[in-house]
C-alpha cells in the first residue's frame, strides 16, 4: 500500500510539474516569472497538493477501518 501511495504522489506532483512548465510558450528559462499575475492559474495548482493530502489521509483512515473488520 506504501508503494502505491509513493507512486500516485509522485504522478501528482509530476502534473503539478508539468502544469508550471507548460505556462511559457517561449524559449525563456525561468518559469516562475510572472507566476503571481494569474491568480486562477495560483489557486487551481495549490488546491492539487491540498487534494493529494486530503485523498491519502481520508483513504488511510478509510482502508484502515475496513481492512480492520477483516
Known amino acids: 500500500m506504501v508503494i502505491q501511495t509513493l507512486v500516485f504522489n509522485a504522478f501528482?506532483?509530476?502534473q503539478i510539474?508539468?502544469?508550471?512548465?507548460c505556462r511559457r510558450l517561449d524559449r525563456h528559462l525561468n518559469i516562475f516569472e510572472g507566476v503571481f499575475k494569474n491568480?486562477?492559474?495560483l489557486a487551481?495548482?495549490?488546491i492539487g497538493p491540498f487534494l493529494l493530502f486530503c485523498f491519502v489521509s481520508c483513504l488511510n483512515l478509510f482502508?484502515?477501518?475496513l481492512l480492520s473488520k477483516f
Request: net charge positive; glycine share 0%; no cysteine.
Open 44 to 46: 487551481i495548482t495549490s
Open 39 to 41: 491568480w486562477y492559474f
Open 63 to 65: 482502508n484502515q477501518r
Open 17 to 21: 510539474f508539468n502544469s508550471l512548465n
Open 12 to 14: 501528482v506532483f509530476a
